[in-house]
């Protein structure tokens, strides 16, 4: 792995539990736009559940809060109307 961790338990407790949800989803057969939402909302919550931490660094609160606007602006492009999915599409594209 790129930081030469070898195995899942030397992982964080958080850090496993968003590698457990990615496995879970990228094991899945087929990938679907449904299984796209509930992926983001189960991250979304995550990400908030973080955010009551108030031993939080300014670093990592400014993680958490570019990962919650990520996975909103994903949600938007798969429930928004189709002019609203393109301005959010070009957004996430300039995040990239």
């Known amino acids: ?3 030469g ?7 964080s407790e958080e850090e496993r539990g968003t590698f457990e949800n990615w496995k879970a989803v990228l094991s899945e057969e087929n990938v679907t736009v ?12 995550m990400v ?3 955010f009551k ?3 939080n660094t300014a ?10 606007s990520v996975y909103s602006s994903i949600l938007g492009a798969i ?3 189709a002019e609203q999915r393109k301005a959010l599409e070009k957004h996430l594209t300039t995040l990239l």
């Open 1 to 3: 792995m790129k930081r």
């Open 5 to 11: 961790i070898k195995d899942v338990s030397e992982l």
């Open 34 to 45: 449904e299984k796209i939402k509930e992926f983001c909302l189960l991250q979304i919550g």
């Open 48 to 50: 908030e559940a973080q």
């Open 53 to 55: 931490n108030l031993d």
């Open 59 to 68: 670093e990592k609160n400014g993680r958490l809060i570019l990962l919650h």
């Open 79 to 81: 429930d928004g109307p």
